[in-house]
């Protein structure tokens, strides 16, 4: 079993950053395929960021360049740190840990991008 808890979530400025955390405990996270997803209300749960196992990271288009997604294996946490953030950012970010037969998330953490 996994537990992801994550942090961070705000209210920003356009323009502004913010560093998210997603926790996790339990065996063998270090293996686990990560993500961040994203859900404004009203939307469709969207793909923000992955990583895998080994450190390779991939983003929906329109956060390249301003988000990174980042991994400590040693803390079991895992990072996506948001810059010039934007309004269309607004939503509930939530975390994934993922193999090839179980799939976990956490409760999410709010980030309202407003001046």
């Known amino acids: 079993q996994v537990h992801l808890v994550e942090s961070g979530g705000g209210l920003v400025q356009p323009g502004g950053s913010l560093r998210l955390s997603c926790a996790a405990s339990?065996?063998?996270?270090?293996?686990?395929?990560m993500g961040w997803y994203r859900q404004a209300p009203g939307k469709q749960r969207e793909l923000v960021a992955t990583?895998?196992?080994?450190?390779?990271?991939n983003y929906t288009d329109s956060v390249k360049g301003r988000f990174t997604i980042s991994r400590d294996n040693a803390k079991n946490t895992v990072y996506l740190q948001m810059n010039s953030l934007k309004p269309e950012d607004t939503a509930v970010y939530l975390c994934?840990?993922?193999?090839?037969?179980?799939?976990?998330w956490g409760q999410g953490t709010q980030v309202t991008v407003s001046s």
């Open positions: 994934q840990a993922a193999t090839t037969t179980r799939n976990y």
């Open positions: 990583i895998t196992s080994r450190g390779s990271t």
């Open positions: 339990g065996s063998g996270i270090s293996t686990y395929f």
